[in-house]
């Protein structure tokens, strides 16, 4: 086994604090990753707090990983030492069930193997996150980063940036197709600038005065606020897509009846029931879907870091110190991020010299 130091928290309850642990010794398809930096992810807080009702304990979060590579299997061909590599939120699959097979391993049939949080599908060992000084991953679920992307600023695409970026695609957006995008956070402003970069008119959806400047300054031609009923009236039959990035239920129904006949809503931040009910008459006038998207596939995770690396398009950061999580949590519950605080790693040396 191999000695690791980082962050974990022992219960819903408890803070994050310094934890020494064990990851697995290379196999031979295994990569080891010395990491740079992690990404706070909104679910990090949700598991660490167990939200969901499924966290496991100790738990070190962490799945928008980059790094560079330390050491090799005897059988991985496909990274060497110091080269730059990224690993998200999965970090093995069954590979042999039909969503496996086409390239969708967030969809495997047996489950795929989450970055923290899950037990591995070999040993049987928990599986730790990035809130640490390394992790091992089969050489599959890794990652390769662009040399035009800033690791810290691209740490965030691991999970925020493929969120977004794996339904605009599987719905085909393009060139002359409208595109609202509800919230502006960590996964909204990473919609917007997807939907720019491929070409559509973007739209925003908030509450928010505040946030209008923003949203225009990041590419969107309109900014709708959602209180405003004589505003969403004039929106009817609008948009050919909607991406609702808000993570707690709220009423899709005034946003459905926005889209055009055959448009489609997709959620990817509630978990649980939609709360009000979603109207049936809303879908049936205009033929209208709503539909879910969970993170993308290794595959097409590769593909958006080189979109990415092609439009220029990172993450807007705040860099954080390791010892400073706790805080970073409080705030990004608040809303006071913007808009995705990264964990500069260097900076977990001084808390195990401390320790």
Known sequence: MTPSFGFACTDASAPMKPWSFERRDLRDD???????????????????????????????????????????????????????????????????????????????????TQTYADKDKRDGLPTYGGYSDQIVVTEKFVLRMPDKLDLAAAAPLLCAGITTYSPLKHVGLAKGHKLAVVGLGGLGHMAIKFGVAMGAEVTLFTRSKSKEAEARALGCTDVIYST??????????????????????????????????????????????????????????????VIGSLIGGIAETQEMLDFCAEHGITCDIEMIKMADINEAFDRTVKGDVHYRFVIDMASLAETKQAA
């Open 30 to 112: 295994d990569v080891r990753i010395e990491i740079t930096h992690c990404g706070v992810c909104h679910s990090d807080i949700h598991q660490a707090r167990n939200d969901w009702g499924w966290a496991t304990y100790p738990l070190v979060p962490g799945h928008e990983i980059v790094g560079r590579v330390a050491e090799v299997g005897s059988k991985v061909s496909s990274f060497k030492v110091g080269d730059k590599v990224g690993v998200g939120c999965m970090v093995d699959s069954c590979q042999d069930c039909p969503s496996c097979a086409e390239g969708l391993e967030q969809y495997c049939e047996k489950g795929m």
């Open 228 to 289: 405003d009923e004589a505003a969403m009236q004039a929106a009817a039959g609008r948009f050919d897509f909607i991406l609702d990035t808000v993570p707690v239920p709220h009423d899709l129904n005034p946003y459905v009846a926005t889209l055009k006949r055959d448009g489609t809503h997709i959620i990817v931040g509630v978990i649980g029931p939609l709360d009000p009910p979603l109207s049936g008459a809303n879908l049936i006038i205009g033929r209208k879907s």
